[in-house]
């Protein structure tokens, strides 16, 4: 299969573009693409255009399109039983919820839905223990998040987030949060008090332009956190699950996080899974109707997540990503001065600045569609690599191709 050069407004796709902007609130601005079919790390548009995807669904596709242990596990389930909510047990909870901490090296699981209700709900856990167990004076706590964080769009979590076009006009925000920049450890120490419950980071920020912490911050962090009385909270969402070479981001730096939030990947990109996994002495503080969820963990989800983490335990991915990474890496960093500003990044993720002068980020997608590659930038002129870990060195080649074409042709 060969990328293809195609024209991105065709009839077809103009009537399905329309009909969403016709009926659907524009809170994104995709690209002028209308995929019907996927497979791997090709998708097919509706004019039977094939693209090479290079975004992976922000790492909700890992493991590539519609891979066939994951719709096995969800053809399967989807015979048995879908859903019982948590007022019944079922067959697949207790599994799941075993072989995600075993694979994890965790001790307790909250499986929930969305990558946002997993932060969330990590937020709550948190607080609950600065109440219960540091002691802090009920609705004082205080969480030390990092400058240029994503980590959701909800109301508490757009509290304290930097991104304007996220926050603005969402007030009166959710207080209990002190933001500092990311990578500055000394600003960490500074910030923790009394009353601070934990602190919360992305071992790799990747809205923000797969940005990597400076060496020695994340095992810094740690160690404050340690010193001072304070959980860490790993927000692995999008860099956990073998993205980076690793099944958590954080054990490149050889640290362990009290709680982890996982989402995107462990759906297997069928459908919305997540999770809190971490120490049991903090979440076993939850107890009946202190937190709950309709969906979460519920069997469809548990099937596919228990496929997920049979992938992972065959370490293979955390191979691929680290192998093909390290390409993907090498030829990146080639365009640096030539079009490229700079290139960051871990495993298979880097995120590419383009140089000014150079087209905008949007105007590079869209550049790169017309080639049959798809990505996506982030603040204008990042453009984020991503492709689903099953994808092979000949396929990384040709779309690292197409976009060493369109930065410095």
Known sequence: ?????????????????????????????????????????????????????????????????????????????????????????????????????????????????????????????????????????????????????????????????????????????????????????????????????????EPVQGEAGVVTPPPGFLAEVRRLCDERGVLLIADEIQSGLARTGTVLALDHAGVRADLYTLGKALGGGILPVSAVVGNAAVLGLLRPGQHGSTFGGNPLACAVGRAVVRLLGSGEYQRRATELGAHLHGRLGELVGHGVDAVRGVGLWAGVDIAPGGPTGRQASEMLAAKGVLCKETHGSTLRIAPPLVIDKAELESGIDAIAEVLTG
């Open 1 to 201: 299969m060969t990328l293809t050069a195609n024209s991105l407004r065709t009839h077809a796709a103009t009537e399905y573009i329309e009909l969403d902007e016709r009926w659907s609130t524009h809170n994104y601005h995709p690209l002028p693409v209308v995929l019907a079919e996927g497979r791997g790390c090709w998708v097919t548009d509706v004019d039977g255009n094939d693209y090479l995807d290079f975004l992976a669904g922000y790492s909700a596709l890992n493991f590539g399109h519609r891979h066939p242990d994951l719709v096995a596990a969800a053809s399967a389930q989807l015979e048995r039983l879908t859903l019982t909510s948590r007022a019944f047990h079922h067959d697949q909870f207790g599994a799941f919820c075993r072989e995600l901490a075993e694979l994890t090296g965790t001790e307790m699981v909250l499986p929930m839905n969305s990558g946002a209700e997993a932060v969330e709900s990590a937020v709550k856990v948190a607080r609950k223990w600065a109440y219960r167990i540091k002691g802090v004076p009920d609705g004082t706590a205080e969480i030390v998040t990092m400058g240029s964080n994503f980590h959701g769009r909800t109301t508490t979590i757009v509290s304290f987030s930097e991104d304007t076009d996220a926050r603005t006009d969402y007030g009166p925000y959710t207080p209990g949060f002190v933001t500092v920049p990311y990578g500055d450890a000394s600003a960490v120490a500074d910030a923790i008090t009394e009353r601070t419950a934990a602190v919360l980071l």
